[in-house]
């Protein structure tokens, strides 16, 4: 691991974005998955678990059955014909995910997502997909990550396309909409009409991406002093980003080896705000929350300072704004980079 790889690896993301929209419009690279499929599981660790958890949690909103799980766990679905195993590892060699999906290879279609096309996760898979992030050789998945999030955007586009009707269930039938939830701000094909056009999602987050970086002069030396404190950084998200929260919350441990621990908005009023009581309390939080207000009623009641990413909430000690960041797909996508550009420089100053 190096920092100063780790920092050109986040100033490429731009180019590295546009790259994935260019494929994405070449083709389907999911074209390969048969009708019929039912049950949808993602497999893995880490970054990869995180960006497959808010995935999972929009296909159930499109009315499809998906789980997310850690690739530890011992047991889950079991393997039928008609479950589609996605199996999430960039490196394509991380030990639980190969143990968790040599239970389902030959009996179940596996799709193997993996940066390095060849690694040992693509051994027996049906269909590997490549993630187009080039080699990060900072050590770190921060383009690997987003990336991720991108490809599971257009699966999810794949499996409830509305050309070829619902998935089949026991509450599907041919051409009837898909079942789901309205869920604020996460647009659901199949259930609003509406298709997400992934690379053009993709060019507003490399734009999005860009105006970060460009204008880090601005606003990276504010927000790294609002949040250094000496009992570590908290990040929040809604639910429907929450891998925005867990993935930067790993980026301080990963890099600059600082104390960081995420938390969902609405679950953060139950379980972390016991903590702005004794401790010298600094937290990113993602807007977007129904319970937004309320975690701040507490915050502003302890003092606490809160940087606030992607927009502005009042009482908040200060706030950091990029461009598209009023679009919740481009925040899901974009929003990380705050954190990542903070361990960057904490880790470059050791």
């Not at 890099?255 to 960081?260: E, F, H, K």
């Not at 927009?311 to 974009?334: C, I, M, N, Q």
């Amino acid at each position: 691991m190096n920092p100063e790889l780790y920092l050109a690896d986040l100033e490429a993301k731009p180019a590295a974005l546009a790259a994935l929209a260019s494929t994405l419009e070449t083709g389907d690279p999911f074209d390969g998955i048969p009708a019929g499929i039912r049950r949808v599981v993602f497999l893995g660790m880490g970054s990869s678990r995180y960006a497959a958890r808010v995935a999972a949690l929009r296909l159930r909103a499109a009315g499809v059955d998906a789980v997310a799980e850690y690739a530890s766990a011992t047991a889950s679905y079991p393997a039928t014909p008609d479950t589609l195993v996605v199996a999430i590892s960039a490196t394509g060699g991380s030990r639980e995910t190969l143990d968790a999906v040599a239970r389902y290879r030959g009996r179940s279609f596996v799709l193997a997502l993996t940066n390095r096309p060849g690694s040992a996760i693509t051994e027996g898979a049906d269909l590997v997909v490549p993630m187009v992030a080039g080699e990060e050789r900072g050590g770190v998945s921060c383009r690997t990550f987003q990336h991720t999030i991108g490809l599971l955007l257009a699966l999810q586009n794949h499996l409830t396309a509305t050309t070829s009707g619902p998935l089949p269930g026991p509450e599907s039938l041919p051409g009837t909409p898909m079942p789901g939830l309205d869920v604020p701000g996460v647009k659901v094909p199949g259930v609003d009409g509406a298709r997400l056009d992934v690379p053009g999602l993709l060019r507003r987050t490399a734009e999005a991406t860009t105006d970060l970086l460009d204008r880090r002069g601005e606003w990276l030396e504010p927000a790294m002093s609002l949040l250094d404190g000496p009992n570590g950084v908290y990040t929040i998200a809604p639910a429907e980003r929450l891998s925005s929260a867990e993935q930067s919350a790993l980026m301080f441990r990963e890099g600059p080896r600082r104390a960081a621990d995420a938390c969902e908005t609405g679950d953060w009023s139950h379980v972390d705000v016991y903590l702005t009581k004794t401790l010298d309390y600094r937290a990113i939080l993602f807007p977007g929350s129904p319970y937004d207000d309320q975690a701040m009623e507490w915050i502003r009641e302890r003092g606490s300072a809160v940087l606030t990413v992607g927009g502005e909430l009042p009482d908040a000690k200060g706030s950091v704004r990029y461009r598209h960041d009023d679009d919740p797909d481009v925040a899901l996508l974009t929003e990380t980079l705050v954190a990542e550009l903070i361990a960057a420089r904490w880790w470059l100053a050791g």
